[in-house]
């Protein structure tokens, strides 16, 4: 069974169907594109066919882009010679499409090809949108909810099967560089307005056909194969142009700080592609795409963020429990925690119950969704009667009794042991013996926590990362007596909401702050010894981190890191090992220094809460050592705070599946997304050099930085996580 089919009909239009079977929404194989070049090349090649169009089986939708499992995969199926496997399969793909767009013409005359239309049903994402680009009129179906565009930048690549040249080429760099360099998805409608697609339209497939019957040679005739072309917004020599591209590489370098090699790649075959001829063009882009494909950072990126998201989102480490879809769900506490969970909650459709002890704080709970609804419907995204259904599934009480009913509750009161254990029992009095009780905690021990419960085998922890409505992560928490069941119903809901899950077993701070903690305190220990505070925070940007440990402490909020600090140090006694940390965070705390919150902190902040520059006081505070250290020294201390953690997590069991602590790292805190994860780091960088970085770094800051005893086997044996041997030792 073929992708793509063709048909021809009586009037001479060849329409060619593109339709996965398997899948929901069509991906391009590697079959696929020869299904492709098959029916092309017939349809061309048949003098009774007068135009082609090409469109979708799907009733919704074009395609989702190429197989990113193939892209994953090219560099280990390119043989001997990766680079050059690579950049002739790409060459291939461009032949097909560049076969598509010249449709026959006579290389001298530009004259007598055939018009070949696409159509698009709905979504056309990356591939799905690139052969679109490469047809020579575009008609979409006005279909609201279809997203058009090139995202590929967000997972570590960038349009390389000819959609960087064509759009460049098309738009101009300027722009053309939202689309390009942010991955911007549009509707059919916007999309027509900035140049992507030529017609919106509510038959898009009769038009198509009556435009392929009467399409001229000057119709089809793109302009980069015309004489006289000119690259609209200007080439790199013309004034505006040269103008244009200074611009856009310091964006590109301001927003990246260099540790994204995609972006670079894409600018830079932008800029030489606009100075030569545009199969040249092509060439150029496809060398630097094959650059891109064999720097490791696309490969880990594509693998966390593609298809190891997708599998936990799917249910990979689900249990083998019956469906546990939640059709109505308690939230306890309607503070910002509490009204965000609400949110998701009634926005996918569940019933919600929110409680507070008092009915003003519950209605203020409720307002949060409401204000969020708002804000959709300024911005065209929420419809009035899409308002009123979701909060129409939101009710604001004081009374426990409307939890009857309610087949799972999330608690997110107060982090105190005594107020949550005194909620848990006064809850479980009510609800029915199959809810399910989820604590929504990111510190306190869910097995300690349980012991309130009457039925600790459904008790489970839920730490959902604040802002709730914009954070993707779940971090799901099984106590030592938490059943199947329970972890099912947990994954489901997340599902539920859309969100992505991991799971992991109870011990303090969990897997996300176990990790987030060292960073933020390897920033302030480095203060306190006269590191310059603005190169730790730019070491970590140009690590690729969002946040630098300082700024990240600051939105956090200073006192509770103080708070979390306590407790630690109460749970360690003697083996506490942050005092030096300690002695910056209650100073700070007693100089009410709080962080963002109280416009203090770290940073200095303005009447509206918008940052305006490190503390003029921290030098003094803070003497600035005579000898700075190197930038890597920083980066490595920085790094391996987080890292080293994540691989004790995975050896203690904390974490069960290095795919989860990858994901989980990227979503949760931002972990230099460009490296795929803590553990895809480490495979980038290799066991050996980690080992002996680890020990450089011991030797001079301290044993928090001692090897753990699975990365030294791993160094001695030569091993990396992704390929099985260390994830079966650990």
Same mark, same amino acid.
């Given at each position: 069974?073929?992708?793509?089919?063709?048909?021809k009909d009586a009037d001479g239009v060849a329409t060619i169907t593109w339709d996965v079977k398997a899948k929901s929404m069509n991906v391009l194989s590697l079959e696929g594109w020869d299904d492709l070049d098959a029916c092309v090349t017939d349809a061309l090649a048949d003098d009774d066919?007068?135009?082609?169009?090409?469109?979708?089986?799907?009733?919704?939708?074009?395609?989702?882009?190429?197989?990113?499992?193939?892209?994953?995969?090219?560099?280990?199926?390119?043989?001997?010679?990766?680079?050059?496997?690579?950049?002739?399969?790409?060459?291939?793909?461009?032949?097909?499409?560049?076969?598509?767009?010249?449709?026959?013409?006579?290389?001298?005359?530009?004259?007598?090809?055939?018009?070949?239309?696409?159509?698009?049903?709905?979504?056309?994402?990356?591939?799905?949108?690139?052969?679109?680009?490469?047809?020579?009129?575009?008609?979409?179906?006005?279909?609201?909810?279809?997203?058009?565009?090139?995202?590929?930048?967000?997972?570590?690549?960038?349009?390389?099967?000819?959609?960087?040249?064509?759009? +460049?080429?098309?738009?101009?760099?300027?722009?053309?560089?939202?689309?390009?360099?942010?991955?911007?998805?549009?509707?059919?409608?916007?999309?027509?307005?900035?140049?992507?697609?030529?017609?919106?339209?509510?038959?898009?497939?009769?038009?198509?056909?009556?435009?392929?019957?009467?399409a001229t040679d000057a119709d089809i005739l793109k302009p980069w194969d015309a004489k006289g072309y000119k690259m609209p917004g200007g080439a790199p020599y013309h004034p505006a142009g040269f103008m244009t591209f200074v611009g856009a590489s310091a964006m590109v370098n301001g927003k990246?700080?260099?540790?994204?090699?995609?972006?670079?790649?894409?600018?830079?075959?932008?800029?030489?592609?606009?100075?030569?001829?545009?199969?040249?063009?092509?060439?150029?882009?496809?060398?630097?795409?094959?650059?891109?494909?064999?720097?490791?950072?696309?490969?880990?990126?594509?693998?966390?963020?593609?298809?190891?998201?997708?599998?936990?989102?799917?249910?990979?480490?689900?249990?083998?429990?019956?469906?546990?879809?939640?059709?109505?769900?308690?939230?306890?506490?309607?503070?910002?925690?509490?009204?965000?969970?609400?949110?998701?909650?009634?926005?996918?459709?569940?019933?919600?119950?929110?409680?507070?002890?008092?009915?003003?704080?519950?209605?203020?709970?409720?307002?949060?969704?409401?204000?969020?609804?708002?804000?959709?419907?300024?911005?065209?995204?929420?419809?009035?009667?899409?308002?009123?259904?979701?909060?129409?599934?939101?009710?604001?009480?004081?009374?426990?009794?409307?939890?009857?009913?309610?087949?799972?509750?999330?608690?997110?009161?107060?982090?105190?042991?005594?107020?949550?254990?005194?909620?848990?029992?006064?809850?479980?009095?009510?609800?029915?013996?199959?809810?399910?009780?989820?604590?929504?905690? +990111?510190?306190?021990?869910?097995?300690?926590?349980?012991?309130?419960?009457?039925?600790?085998?459904?008790?489970?922890?839920?730490?959902?990362?604040?802002?709730?409505?914009?954070?993707?992560?779940?971090?799901?928490?099984?106590?030592?007596?938490?059943?199947?069941?329970?972890?099912?119903?947990?994954?489901?809901?997340?599902?539920?909401?859309?969100?992505?899950?991991?799971?992991?077993?109870?011990?303090?701070?969990?897997?996300?702050?176990?990790?987030?903690?060292?960073?933020?305190?390897?920033?302030?220990?480095?203060?306190?010894?006269?590191?310059?505070?603005?190169?730790?925070?730019?070491?970590?940007?140009?690590?690729?981190?969002?946040?630098?440990?300082?700024?990240?402490?600051?939105?956090?909020?200073?006192?509770?890191?103080?708070?979390?600090?306590?407790?630690?140090?109460?749970?360690?006694?003697?083996?506490?090992?942050?005092?030096?940390?300690?002695?910056?965070?209650?100073?700070?705390?007693?100089?009410?220094?709080?962080?963002?919150?109280?416009?203090?902190?770290?940073?200095?902040?303005?009447?509206?809460?918008?940052?305006?520059?490190?503390?003029?006081?921290?030098?003094?505070?803070?003497?600035?050592?005579?000898?700075?250290?190197?930038?890597?020294?920083?980066?490595?201390?920085?790094?391996?705070?987080?890292?080293?953690?994540?691989?004790?997590?995975?050896?203690?069991?904390?974490?069960?599946?290095?795919?989860?602590?990858?994901?989980?790292?990227?979503?949760?805190?931002?972990?230099?997304?460009?490296?795929?994860?803590?553990? +895809?780091?480490?495979?980038?960088?290799?066991?050996?050099?980690?080992?002996?970085?680890?020990?450089?770094?011991?030797?001079?800051?301290?044993?928090?930085?001692?090897?753990?005893?699975?990365?030294?086997?791993?160094?001695?044996?030569?091993?990396?996580?992704?390929?099985?041997?260390?994830?079966?030792?650990?």
């Amino acid at each position: 069974m073929t992708d793509f089919t063709l048909t021809k009909d009586a009037d001479g239009v060849a329409t060619i169907t593109w339709d996965v079977k398997a899948k929901s929404m069509n991906v391009l194989s590697l079959e696929g594109w020869d299904d492709l070049d098959a029916c092309v090349t017939d349809a061309l090649a048949d003098d009774d066919v007068k135009g082609i169009v090409i469109t979708s089986g799907k009733p919704d939708s074009f395609a989702g882009g190429m197989d990113l499992n193939v892209i994953a995969k090219m560099k280990a199926m390119s043989g001997d010679d990766p680079a050059q496997g690579m950049m002739d399969g790409l060459m291939k793909s461009h032949g097909i499409l560049r076969r598509i767009e010249r449709a026959g013409m006579d290389p001298k005359t530009n004259k007598g090809g055939k018009p070949v239309a696409c159509v698009l049903p709905g979504t056309a994402l990356g591939i799905g949108f690139e052969i679109p680009l490469a047809c020579h009129r575009i008609f979409a179906a006005d279909n609201p909810k279809a997203k058009i565009g090139l995202p590929e930048i967000m997972v570590g690549i960038f349009p390389g099967m000819g959609g960087t040249t064509r759009l +460049s080429k098309k738009l101009g760099a300027m722009a053309a560089s939202p689309f390009l360099l942010e991955g911007k998805l549009s509707d059919p409608k916007k999309a027509k307005a900035a140049g992507l697609i030529d017609e919106v339209s509510a038959d898009p497939m009769a038009d198509a056909r009556a435009w392929v019957l009467s399409a001229t040679d000057a119709d089809i005739l793109k302009p980069w194969d015309a004489k006289g072309y000119k690259m609209p917004g200007g080439a790199p020599y013309h004034p505006a142009g040269f103008m244009t591209f200074v611009g856009a590489s310091a964006m590109v370098n301001g927003k990246t700080q260099g540790a994204f090699p995609a972006a670079k790649a894409l600018l830079s075959a932008v800029y030489e592609g606009a100075l030569v001829p545009f199969d040249t063009a092509l060439k150029i882009e496809a060398r630097w795409f094959t650059h891109v494909l064999m720097n490791p950072s696309s490969e880990a990126m594509i693998r966390s963020l593609f298809i190891n998201k997708e599998a936990l989102e799917k249910g990979a480490n689900r249990p083998d429990a019956p469906d546990q879809k939640v059709s109505k769900v308690g939230i306890l506490g309607a503070g910002m925690m509490g009204a965000g969970i609400a949110y998701v909650s009634a926005n996918a459709g569940i019933e919600v119950v929110l409680i507070d002890r008092e009915q003003a704080a519950a209605d203020k709970g409720k307002g949060y969704a409401e204000g969020i609804l708002d804000k959709g419907m300024s911005r065209k995204k929420v419809t009035a009667e899409k308002k009123d259904e979701v909060l129409g599934r939101i009710s604001a009480t004081t009374d426990l009794e409307a939890l009857k009913g309610c087949d799972l509750i999330v608690e997110a009161v107060f982090e105190d042991v005594g107020v949550k254990a005194e909620m848990t029992k006064a809850v479980e009095a009510i609800v029915g013996d199959d809810c399910i009780f989820a604590t929504n905690t +990111s510190t306190l021990p869910i097995t300690e926590l349980a012991k309130a419960s009457v039925r600790p085998e459904q008790f489970i922890g839920i730490h959902f990362f604040s802002p709730v409505d914009k954070m993707l992560l779940v971090e799901i928490i099984k106590g030592k007596q938490t059943g199947d069941v329970a972890v099912a119903k947990a994954l489901d809901f997340v599902r539920q909401i859309r969100k992505t899950p991991i799971v992991v077993n109870d011990a303090r701070f969990f897997y996300a702050n176990r990790c987030i903690i060292p960073y933020i305190n390897e920033g302030i220990r480095m203060v306190a010894e006269g590191v310059s505070p603005s190169l730790i925070e730019n070491a970590a940007k140009q690590l690729g981190f969002p946040l630098g440990p300082l700024q990240l402490v600051d939105e956090t909020s200073i006192d509770l890191g103080v708070k979390i600090a306590v407790a630690t140090k109460a749970a360690m006694g003697d083996a506490y090992p942050d005092g030096a940390v300690d002695e910056v965070l209650f100073a700070f705390k007693d100089a009410d220094r709080l962080g963002k919150k109280n416009g203090a902190g770290f940073y200095d902040y303005d009447d509206k809460g918008k940052r305006q520059g490190l503390w003029e006081e921290l030098g003094t505070r803070y003497p600035l050592a005579d000898d700075q250290p190197d930038l890597h020294e920083v980066q490595n201390r920085l790094m391996f705070a987080q890292v080293l953690e994540a691989v004790r997590a995975l050896e203690e069991g904390v974490l069960e599946d290095i795919r989860e602590g990858d994901v989980g790292a990227i979503l949760g805190w931002g972990f230099a997304p460009w490296s795929g994860g803590p553990f +895809s780091w480490l495979d980038i960088v290799g066991s050996a050099w980690a080992a002996e970085t680890c020990e450089a770094l011991t030797a001079k800051h301290g044993d928090r930085f001692k090897t753990p005893d699975l990365l030294r086997k791993m160094a001695d044996n030569g091993e990396v996580f992704y390929d099985g041997t260390a994830r079966a030792a650990a």
